[in-house]
């Protein structure tokens, strides 16, 4: 779909980051104009809802510095070079919960803010985990800190927006609709 | 909560837009190392489902420039400053589809992007929709198309990746979740 096509007349990179890299790009609109868009490429990234045999679902506590203050997520990271989201997932999870799985059902995709950057997010689901017998460590950056909660406790954490965070609200939400829980 | 708070040594403006600021800041980790966060501010955003008395979902189609391609998501803008989120969520839903109304029901808010930039979306809805008598013009470089979809017709749009947006999949599992539709 290519409805209101922007075409773009001149590109600026502005900044080429670890994470982020934003450009700035001319555009003539439908109408004839001209307009500027600002633009965030973004590796994109996957999250994984793991599911306990005793139906609780591991989240991950962690200092967003955006925000700064913590929230609890479901674990997720950045897609790597040539990874397959489902491996992104496996490996997310066992880094960050000290789970694995072999089964994992795909949920959704979606952008998470297509008015200004490319992130796409992809969600996965398991309810086979395993406990690893060694503990993989993860990035060197990150610290998180795991919770296994209830759907029920999951809900409450949501009303007191300790979980505010779009993966995981929709993580929840699913869990809503199906019958697993 | 400031769990395994990130203390800022310095802060780098990169660059500062319509939309996004792009600041580089480098931080002290738990662990006593450093490291570096790409943090993008963004005004935060607002939006809205609109649900017409026949029970249609009203969406916009519009060309995202970030993705090079069109998405069908529920009407949403950026807040203006000191402007209230449900003021937001009238005046998108005014300007982009033709329709007002004065009672809107608080469905969520979340961080869009919690690793690396901090908008925040909050989501409305309202089944007491009127028809404006006259049509307010939006923001000049923004063209978009209305479709009334049912939710049945806009799952069908998700499993096409023509709806494939956080808050607009988030808004539809909502719907699925009522009993309102």
Redesign the interface.
Known sequence: ??????KTIRSEK??D????H?Q??D?T???G?T????????PG?VAIIPITKDKKIIFV???????E???V?IPAG?LEPGEKPEATAVRELEEETGYTTNELEFV??????????????YIYVSNKLEELKEKIDGD??E???ILELTLEEAQQY?KE??I???????AI??L??LEMM
């Open positions: 779909m290519r409805k209101f096509e922007e502005i900044y980051g670890k994470v982020v934003l700035v790009d555009v609109l439908p109408n104009k307009s500027k868009r600002e633009i965030i490429k973004h990234a506590e962690q200092y967003r510095k955006p925000l203050k913590s929230l997520e950045k959704a995709s979606f952008y998470t803010s297509p008015g200004f950057a490319d992130e796409l997010m060197e950056d610290f998180v800190e949501v927006n300790r505010q965070d779009a993966k995981t609200n929709y939400l699913y809503q609709t």
